[in-house]
Protein backbone atom coordinates (compact mmCIF):
# COMPACT_ATOMS: atom_id res chain seq x y z
CA UNK A 1 0.00 0.00 0.00
CA UNK A 2 1.02 3.64 -0.71
CA UNK A 3 0.44 4.46 2.88
CA UNK A 4 3.51 2.73 4.28
CA UNK A 5 6.20 4.07 1.36
CA UNK A 6 5.16 7.59 2.23
CA UNK A 7 5.54 6.82 6.18
CA UNK A 8 8.54 6.04 5.72
CA UNK A 9 9.47 9.27 3.72
CA UNK A 10 8.59 10.98 6.70
CA UNK A 11 10.09 9.49 9.36
CA UNK A 12 13.37 10.39 7.20
CA UNK A 13 12.56 13.96 8.91
CA UNK A 14 13.97 12.43 12.27
CA UNK A 15 17.10 10.63 10.49
CA UNK A 16 20.95 13.22 11.33
CA UNK A 17 23.26 13.38 9.22
CA UNK A 18 26.74 14.49 10.02
CA UNK A 19 25.91 13.63 13.89
CA UNK A 20 29.49 12.72 14.91
CA UNK A 21 30.72 16.44 14.00
CA UNK A 22 29.99 19.66 15.44
CA UNK A 23 26.65 21.13 13.80
CA UNK A 24 25.75 24.66 14.21
CA UNK A 25 22.46 23.65 12.41
CA UNK A 26 20.42 20.07 12.26
CA UNK A 27 21.17 18.22 9.00
CA UNK A 28 18.51 15.57 8.30
CA UNK A 29 18.52 12.56 5.48
CA UNK A 30 15.19 14.05 4.07
CA UNK A 31 16.59 17.11 3.48
CA UNK A 32 19.89 16.40 2.05
CA UNK A 33 17.88 13.85 -0.61
CA UNK A 34 15.56 16.89 -1.20
CA UNK A 35 18.70 19.14 -2.12
CA UNK A 36 19.74 16.49 -4.01
CA UNK A 37 16.88 16.20 -6.84
CA UNK A 38 17.13 20.13 -6.81
CA UNK A 39 20.79 19.96 -7.59
CA UNK A 40 20.12 16.72 -9.80
CA UNK A 41 17.71 18.88 -11.73
CA UNK A 42 19.94 21.80 -12.66
CA UNK A 43 22.58 19.09 -13.64
CA UNK A 44 20.20 17.43 -15.94
CA UNK A 45 18.98 20.95 -17.98
CA UNK A 46 22.10 21.79 -18.44
CA UNK A 47 23.59 18.33 -19.78
CA UNK A 48 19.99 18.71 -21.56
CA UNK A 49 20.75 21.98 -23.65
CA UNK A 50 24.31 20.56 -24.47
CA UNK A 51 22.96 17.45 -26.05
CA UNK A 52 19.67 17.86 -26.59
CA UNK A 53 15.96 16.98 -25.65
CA UNK A 54 15.70 13.09 -25.12
CA UNK A 55 19.20 12.82 -24.14
CA UNK A 56 18.25 12.51 -20.00
CA UNK A 57 15.60 9.86 -19.05
CA UNK A 58 13.80 12.38 -16.97
CA UNK A 59 11.42 9.24 -15.42
CA UNK A 60 15.38 7.18 -14.94
CA UNK A 61 16.32 10.13 -12.67
CA UNK A 62 13.42 10.93 -11.10
CA UNK A 63 13.23 7.18 -9.91
CA UNK A 64 16.37 6.50 -9.44
CA UNK A 65 16.70 9.52 -6.99
CA UNK A 66 13.74 7.58 -5.23
CA UNK A 67 15.19 4.46 -4.97
CA UNK A 68 18.61 5.69 -3.49
CA UNK A 69 16.27 7.86 -0.55
CA UNK A 70 14.73 4.58 -0.14
CA UNK A 71 17.92 2.63 0.30
CA UNK A 72 19.22 5.35 2.85
CA UNK A 73 16.56 5.30 4.94
CA UNK A 74 17.42 1.98 5.75
CA UNK A 75 21.66 2.30 5.88
CA UNK A 76 21.72 6.07 7.05
CA UNK A 77 23.39 5.36 9.80
CA UNK A 78 26.87 3.71 8.66
CA UNK A 79 29.03 6.84 8.11
CA UNK A 80 29.83 7.19 4.56
CA UNK A 81 33.44 5.89 4.10
CA UNK A 82 32.17 2.62 5.62
CA UNK A 83 29.22 2.62 3.72
CA UNK A 84 30.67 3.00 0.42
CA UNK A 85 33.60 0.47 1.47
CA UNK A 86 30.80 -1.82 2.56
CA UNK A 87 28.53 -1.40 -0.93
CA UNK A 88 31.90 -2.06 -2.60
CA UNK A 89 32.94 -5.34 -1.02
CA UNK A 90 29.14 -6.52 0.07
CA UNK A 91 26.98 -4.73 -1.90
CA UNK A 92 24.73 -7.85 -2.83
CA UNK A 93 24.26 -8.34 1.18
CA UNK A 94 23.68 -5.08 2.09
CA UNK A 95 20.64 -4.38 -0.87
CA UNK A 96 19.67 -7.56 -0.31
CA UNK A 97 19.40 -6.19 3.57
CA UNK A 98 17.44 -3.37 2.13
CA UNK A 99 14.88 -5.50 0.13
CA UNK A 100 13.97 -7.03 3.07
CA UNK A 101 13.49 -4.16 5.00
CA UNK A 102 11.35 -2.43 2.12
CA UNK A 103 9.07 -5.63 1.48
CA UNK A 104 6.09 -4.62 3.01
CA UNK A 105 6.60 -1.17 3.15
CA UNK A 106 6.52 -2.08 -0.41
CA UNK A 107 3.67 -4.29 -0.97
CA UNK A 108 0.79 -2.79 -2.93
CA UNK A 109 2.82 -0.85 -4.93
CA UNK A 110 2.69 -0.53 -8.56
CA UNK A 111 4.31 -3.75 -9.48
CA UNK A 112 6.67 -2.28 -12.38
CA UNK A 113 7.93 0.17 -9.87
CA UNK A 114 9.15 -2.47 -7.05
CA UNK A 115 10.91 -4.50 -10.02
CA UNK A 116 12.91 -1.53 -11.23
CA UNK A 117 14.00 -0.52 -7.69
CA UNK A 118 15.39 -4.29 -7.31
CA UNK A 119 17.14 -3.96 -10.47
CA UNK A 120 18.46 -0.64 -9.72
CA UNK A 121 21.09 -2.09 -7.37
CA UNK A 122 20.85 -6.00 -8.97
CA UNK A 123 22.32 -4.20 -12.36
CA UNK A 124 24.03 -0.83 -11.68
CA UNK A 125 24.68 0.11 -15.30
CA UNK A 126 26.83 3.43 -15.32
CA UNK A 127 23.95 5.48 -17.03
CA UNK A 128 24.27 9.38 -17.30
CA UNK A 129 21.07 9.54 -15.17
CA UNK A 130 23.41 8.06 -12.37
CA UNK A 131 25.98 10.14 -12.79
CA UNK A 132 24.17 13.23 -12.73
CA UNK A 133 22.39 11.50 -9.10
CA UNK A 134 25.79 10.84 -8.00
CA UNK A 135 27.30 14.28 -8.89
CA UNK A 136 24.67 15.60 -7.22
CA UNK A 137 24.67 14.00 -4.05
CA UNK A 138 28.46 15.06 -3.73
CA UNK A 139 27.38 18.75 -4.20
CA UNK A 140 24.37 18.23 -1.50
CA UNK A 141 27.09 16.89 0.72
CA UNK A 142 29.66 19.79 0.29
CA UNK A 143 26.98 22.27 0.87
CA UNK A 144 26.21 20.96 3.84
CA UNK A 145 30.11 20.49 5.01
CA UNK A 146 31.18 23.37 4.51
CA UNK A 147 29.24 24.90 7.04
CA UNK A 148 30.23 22.19 9.00
CA UNK A 149 33.82 23.09 7.90
CA UNK A 150 33.65 26.59 9.00
CA UNK A 151 32.42 26.10 12.34
CA UNK A 152 35.11 23.44 13.89
CA UNK A 153 37.93 22.89 10.95
CA UNK A 154 40.14 21.71 13.98
CA UNK A 155 38.27 18.33 14.16
CA UNK A 156 40.76 15.67 13.68
CA UNK A 157 39.91 14.20 10.00
CA UNK A 158 38.35 16.99 8.62
CA UNK A 159 40.81 18.05 5.88
CA UNK A 160 40.50 14.02 5.14
CA UNK A 161 36.59 14.14 4.92
CA UNK A 162 37.05 17.43 3.28
CA UNK A 163 39.67 15.82 0.36
CA UNK A 164 37.50 12.57 -0.36
CA UNK A 165 34.50 15.00 -0.68
CA UNK A 166 36.22 17.19 -3.14
CA UNK A 167 37.39 13.92 -5.30
CA UNK A 168 34.28 13.07 -5.99
CA UNK A 169 32.74 15.88 -7.48
CA UNK A 170 36.01 16.25 -9.31
CA UNK A 171 35.06 12.76 -10.92
CA UNK A 172 32.34 14.35 -12.70
CA UNK A 173 33.41 17.47 -13.86
CA UNK A 174 32.87 16.51 -17.41
CA UNK A 175 29.02 17.14 -16.66
CA UNK A 176 28.27 21.15 -17.96
CA UNK A 177 26.59 21.62 -14.57
CA UNK A 178 28.71 20.72 -11.81
CA UNK A 179 31.12 22.99 -13.89
CA UNK A 180 28.51 25.42 -13.93
CA UNK A 181 27.88 25.19 -10.07
CA UNK A 182 31.23 25.03 -9.03
CA UNK A 183 31.92 28.72 -10.60
CA UNK A 184 29.76 29.56 -7.74
CA UNK A 185 27.76 32.10 -10.07
CA UNK A 186 23.94 32.22 -10.96
CA UNK A 187 23.44 28.60 -10.85
CA UNK A 188 25.17 27.73 -7.37
CA UNK A 189 22.84 31.02 -6.54
CA UNK A 190 20.26 28.94 -7.42
CA UNK A 191 20.66 25.69 -5.49
CA UNK A 192 22.15 27.59 -2.39
CA UNK A 193 19.15 29.08 -1.99
CA UNK A 194 16.92 26.15 -2.42
CA UNK A 195 19.18 24.61 0.25
CA UNK A 196 18.25 27.58 2.56
CA UNK A 197 14.57 26.31 2.70
CA UNK A 198 16.47 23.24 5.39
CA UNK A 199 16.22 26.15 7.70
CA UNK A 200 12.83 27.41 7.37
CA UNK A 201 10.84 25.22 9.81
CA UNK A 202 7.35 24.16 8.79
CA UNK A 203 4.26 25.58 11.59
CA UNK A 204 7.08 27.42 13.22
CA UNK A 205 4.94 29.07 15.80
CA UNK A 206 3.98 25.37 17.22
CA UNK A 207 6.75 22.90 18.93
CA UNK A 208 6.48 19.53 16.40
CA UNK A 209 9.05 16.16 16.60
CA UNK A 210 9.92 15.25 14.34
CA UNK A 211 10.19 19.22 12.90
CA UNK A 212 10.15 19.23 9.11
CA UNK A 213 11.59 22.26 6.72
CA UNK A 214 9.94 23.50 3.54
CA UNK A 215 12.90 21.90 1.41
CA UNK A 216 11.76 18.14 2.91
CA UNK A 217 8.37 18.69 2.65
CA UNK A 218 8.05 19.75 -1.20
CA UNK A 219 10.63 16.61 -1.61
CA UNK A 220 7.90 14.32 0.04
CA UNK A 221 5.30 16.26 -1.77
CA UNK A 222 6.96 15.62 -4.95
CA UNK A 223 7.83 11.64 -4.06
CA UNK A 224 4.15 11.16 -3.42
CA UNK A 225 3.14 13.03 -6.22
CA UNK A 226 4.81 10.23 -8.60
CA UNK A 227 3.84 6.97 -6.85
CA UNK A 228 0.08 8.51 -6.64
CA UNK A 229 0.33 9.20 -10.69
CA UNK A 230 1.79 5.57 -11.04
CA UNK A 231 -1.48 4.29 -8.91
CA UNK A 232 -4.22 6.49 -10.70
CA UNK A 233 -5.41 3.85 -12.89
CA UNK A 234 -4.28 4.86 -16.26
CA UNK A 235 -1.06 5.02 -18.23
CA UNK A 236 0.19 8.22 -17.38
CA UNK A 237 2.51 10.12 -20.31
CA UNK A 238 6.67 10.60 -19.39
CA UNK A 239 5.72 14.26 -19.37
CA UNK A 240 3.03 14.30 -16.76
CA UNK A 241 5.32 11.84 -14.31
CA UNK A 242 8.15 14.87 -14.81
CA UNK A 243 5.88 17.40 -14.03
CA UNK A 244 3.77 16.04 -11.33
CA UNK A 245 7.09 14.79 -9.54
CA UNK A 246 8.82 18.38 -10.50
CA UNK A 247 5.62 20.80 -9.62
CA UNK A 248 5.77 18.88 -6.16
CA UNK A 249 9.55 19.53 -5.62
CA UNK A 250 9.01 23.23 -6.34
CA UNK A 251 5.90 24.22 -5.53
CA UNK A 252 6.57 26.08 -2.39
CA UNK A 253 9.81 27.73 -3.75
CA UNK A 254 8.94 31.28 -3.62
CA UNK A 255 9.09 30.82 0.46
CA UNK A 256 13.14 30.83 0.25
CA UNK A 257 11.68 34.74 -0.17
CA UNK A 258 8.66 35.05 2.25
CA UNK A 259 9.19 32.53 4.70
CA UNK A 260 6.60 29.65 5.39
CA UNK A 261 3.76 31.87 6.19
CA UNK A 262 0.80 29.43 7.47
CA UNK A 263 -2.62 29.31 6.15
CA UNK A 264 -4.46 30.71 9.43
CA UNK A 265 -2.20 34.21 9.08
CA UNK A 266 -2.93 33.79 5.17
CA UNK A 267 -6.42 33.64 5.98
CA UNK A 268 -7.04 36.23 9.33
CA UNK A 269 -7.02 39.23 7.10
CA UNK A 270 -8.91 39.47 3.50
CA UNK A 271 -7.16 39.70 0.54
CA UNK A 272 -3.99 39.01 2.13
CA UNK A 273 -3.63 35.67 0.49
CA UNK A 274 -3.58 37.17 -2.32
CA UNK A 275 -1.25 40.11 -1.64
CA UNK A 276 1.22 37.43 -0.85
CA UNK A 277 1.10 35.60 -3.79
CA UNK A 278 1.38 38.82 -5.91
CA UNK A 279 4.70 39.29 -3.91
CA UNK A 280 5.84 35.73 -4.35
CA UNK A 281 5.29 36.24 -8.15
CA UNK A 282 6.98 39.35 -7.91
CA UNK A 283 10.46 37.96 -6.28
CA UNK A 284 10.49 35.05 -8.55
CA UNK A 285 10.52 37.17 -11.34
CA UNK A 286 13.53 39.42 -9.80
CA UNK A 287 15.04 37.20 -8.05
CA UNK A 288 15.21 33.33 -8.22
CA UNK A 289 14.30 33.28 -12.17
CA UNK A 290 16.82 35.31 -13.20
CA UNK A 291 19.76 32.88 -10.83
CA UNK A 292 18.29 30.19 -14.03
CA UNK A 293 18.94 29.78 -18.00
CA UNK A 294 16.00 31.90 -19.76
CA UNK A 295 14.71 29.08 -21.90
CA UNK A 296 14.17 27.34 -17.96
CA UNK A 297 11.83 30.15 -17.02
CA UNK A 298 9.19 28.72 -18.61
CA UNK A 299 8.72 25.06 -16.65
CA UNK A 300 9.54 26.93 -13.58
CA UNK A 301 6.95 28.88 -13.58
CA UNK A 302 4.54 26.10 -15.00
CA UNK A 303 5.52 24.02 -11.62
CA UNK A 304 5.32 26.95 -8.95
CA UNK A 305 2.24 29.09 -10.58
CA UNK A 306 -1.05 27.78 -9.93
CA UNK A 307 0.50 24.19 -8.77
CA UNK A 308 -2.43 23.21 -7.55
CA UNK A 309 -4.98 23.38 -10.50
CA UNK A 310 -5.11 20.89 -13.33
CA UNK A 311 -3.89 22.31 -16.03
CA UNK A 312 -2.05 21.28 -19.71
CA UNK A 313 -0.06 23.66 -22.54
CA UNK A 314 -2.00 24.30 -25.52
CA UNK A 315 0.18 26.15 -27.95
CA UNK A 316 2.25 27.75 -25.54
CA UNK A 317 -0.60 28.76 -23.82
CA UNK A 318 -1.80 27.64 -20.17
CA UNK A 319 -4.82 26.20 -19.79
CA UNK A 320 -6.26 25.94 -16.41
CA UNK A 321 -8.97 23.79 -14.46
CA UNK A 322 -8.58 20.80 -16.73
CA UNK A 323 -10.75 18.15 -15.35
CA UNK A 324 -9.33 14.83 -14.16
CA UNK A 325 -11.34 13.04 -16.85
CA UNK A 326 -9.98 15.20 -19.53
CA UNK A 327 -6.48 14.77 -18.70
CA UNK A 328 -6.62 11.29 -19.00
CA UNK A 329 -8.77 11.27 -22.50
CA UNK A 330 -7.89 14.16 -24.26
CA UNK A 331 -4.86 15.46 -23.10
CA UNK A 332 -2.50 12.81 -21.91
CA UNK A 333 0.53 13.21 -24.28
CA UNK A 334 3.66 14.85 -23.92
CA UNK A 335 2.86 17.41 -25.82
CA UNK A 336 -0.44 18.95 -24.01
CA UNK A 337 2.64 19.33 -20.80
CA UNK A 338 -0.43 17.51 -18.46
CA UNK A 339 0.07 18.45 -14.90
CA UNK A 340 -2.22 16.98 -11.97
CA UNK A 341 -2.47 19.98 -9.80
CA UNK A 342 -4.85 18.76 -7.73
CA UNK A 343 -3.24 15.66 -7.05
CA UNK A 344 -0.49 17.82 -5.85
CA UNK A 345 -2.85 19.75 -3.43
CA UNK A 346 -4.03 16.51 -2.24
CA UNK A 347 -0.42 15.53 -1.69
CA UNK A 348 0.60 18.79 0.09
CA UNK A 349 -2.16 18.32 2.65
CA UNK A 350 -1.58 15.01 2.93
CA UNK A 351 2.22 15.88 4.02
CA UNK A 352 0.80 18.09 6.50
CA UNK A 353 -1.84 16.39 8.33
CA UNK A 354 1.05 13.69 9.05
CA UNK A 355 3.05 16.14 9.84
CA UNK A 356 0.52 17.18 12.98
CA UNK A 357 -0.45 13.17 13.29
CA UNK A 358 3.64 12.37 13.99
CA UNK A 359 3.73 15.24 16.08
CA UNK A 360 0.67 14.29 18.19
CA UNK A 361 2.05 10.43 17.98
CA UNK A 362 5.22 11.34 20.06
CA UNK A 363 3.09 13.17 22.78
CA UNK A 364 4.03 16.69 21.46
CA UNK A 365 0.19 18.24 21.77
CA UNK A 366 -1.21 21.64 21.00
CA UNK A 367 -5.02 22.95 20.54
CA UNK A 368 -3.06 24.24 16.63
CA UNK A 369 -1.71 20.59 15.79
CA UNK A 370 -5.32 19.34 16.98
CA UNK A 371 -7.18 21.32 15.01
CA UNK A 372 -5.54 21.65 11.83
CA UNK A 373 -5.12 17.57 12.15
CA UNK A 374 -9.08 17.41 12.74
CA UNK A 375 -10.03 20.29 9.55
CA UNK A 376 -7.72 18.86 6.82
CA UNK A 377 -8.70 15.21 7.70
CA UNK A 378 -12.54 16.40 7.42
CA UNK A 379 -11.57 17.79 3.96
CA UNK A 380 -10.93 14.41 2.79
CA UNK A 381 -13.02 11.89 4.46
CA UNK A 382 -14.04 9.50 2.00
CA UNK A 383 -12.79 11.23 -1.14
CA UNK A 384 -10.84 10.23 -4.37
CA UNK A 385 -8.85 12.84 -6.28
CA UNK A 386 -7.56 11.74 -9.55
CA UNK A 387 -8.09 8.28 -9.17
CA UNK A 388 -6.73 7.92 -6.06
CA UNK A 389 -8.55 6.95 -2.71
CA UNK A 390 -7.35 9.63 -0.61
CA UNK A 391 -9.92 8.86 2.22
CA UNK A 392 -8.28 5.44 2.98
CA UNK A 393 -4.28 7.18 2.88
CA UNK A 394 -6.16 9.45 5.60
CA UNK A 395 -7.90 6.75 7.60
CA UNK A 396 -4.49 4.99 8.12
CA UNK A 397 -2.62 7.59 9.37
CA UNK A 398 -5.01 8.84 11.03
Not at 89 to 115: R, T
Not at 139 to 159: N, V
Not at 259 to 284: T, W
Not at 344 to 365: M, P, Q, T, W
Request: aromatic share 12%.
Amino acid sequence: MIENIIERFSKAASMQRWNDHIRPVEFTELDKQAHKMVIAYVIARFEEDRMGTGSVDWISLIEGGIFEFLHRTVLTDIKPPVFHRMMKEKGEELNKHVFHKLASDMEGLDQGFQNRFRNYYLESPNTLERRILRAAHYLATQWEFKIIYHTAPFIYGIEKTKENIENQIEDHYDLIGVQKILLGKKSFGFIDLCGQLRFQKRWAHIPRIPETSVLGHMFIVAATSYLCTLEMGIEACPKRFYNNFYAGLFHDLPEVLTKDIISPVKGSVEGLKEIIKDYEDFQMKEELLPLLPRPWHGDMKYFSESEFENKIMDKQEVILGVSFQDLNQKYNRDEFSPLDGELLHAADRLAAFIEAKLSLDHGIKSVELEEAAENIYSDYVGRKISGIDFGRIFNYFR
